[in-house]
């Protein structure tokens, strides 16, 4: 992918912003509500060890801003904010707002320690809570990053709640499409979905587009 040649080095005050947060060593306690974490279970955990396991690379932080820049951008969703470097970097491509939601409250205080962009509103607490009724005020969502609970029933239940405000332009992704039995079981089923025309593959995440010239189509790919 030519994006990631151009950009390999990534958002350089972002990742100034990765670096403090590698470099932190203080210990916030987390609110798991969905899988948790595998590499850091316990409630009481580093910020540096948080920022570690739980947030993408700069590369797949890439993806999915090359990706939110093919929609339209007016109104992106992300669902799992973590220490806030992917939401970063999708802000700068949202033309309207960037609303990410974050269920663990010290790791939103952690994440914010440099204020967001103006575009970004972030939506503290459950999903279960929170995400329908901002939809019920949306008439449109253009890109979606589901990364957040990790769990069969959380993620079928994002999405599905998630499709009736997605256009035919929209994009949406899956993290961690491989992370367990339960996301690969997921992954199955949304990639079967009859609204999703073409799905990608590329371990990591999974791109989900509405709209696509050719018969639906599965790759799986690599970057």
């Known amino acids: 992918m030519n994006y990631l040649k151009e950009n390999q080095d990534g958002n350089l005050p972002i990742e100034k912003i990765r670096s403090t947060l590698l470099n932190n060593t203080n210990q916030i306690q987390v609110l798991d509500l969905g899988a948790g974490s595998k590499k850091v279970p316990n409630p009481s955990r580093e910020i540096r060890k948080i920022t570690q396991y739980s947030t993408s690379s700069t590369k797949f932080c890439l993806v999915y801003q090359y990706f939110c820049n093919l929609t339209s951008s007016q109104t992106v969703i992300e669902l799992g904010t973590c220490m806030g470097i992917s939401t970063r970097y999708l802000a700068e491509v949202t033309k309207g707002r960037l609303f990410t939601f974050e269920g663990s409250p010290e790791i939103l205080n952690a994440a914010r320690f440099q204020p967001f962009p103006q575009q970004v509103q972030a939506i503290l607490g459950p999903i279960e809570s929170n995400l329908e009724p901002l939809l019920s005020q949306l008439e449109a969502v ?67 587009f509405f709209d696509y010239p050719g018969e639906k189509t599965h790759r799986i790919l690599s970057l």
Do not use: Q, R
């Open 142 to 208: 253009d890109f979606a990053l589901i990364d957040a609970n990790h769990t069969y029933s959380g993620t079928i239940t994002y999405f599905n709640w998630l499709l009736p405000k997605f256009k035919k332009e929209s994009i949406c992704i899956l993290g961690d499409i491989h992370w367990s039995s339960e996301m690969e079981a997921v992954w199955e089923e949304i990639k079967s979905h009859p609204k999703v025309k073409l799905s990608l593959d590329f371990y990591e995440c999974g791109i989900l």
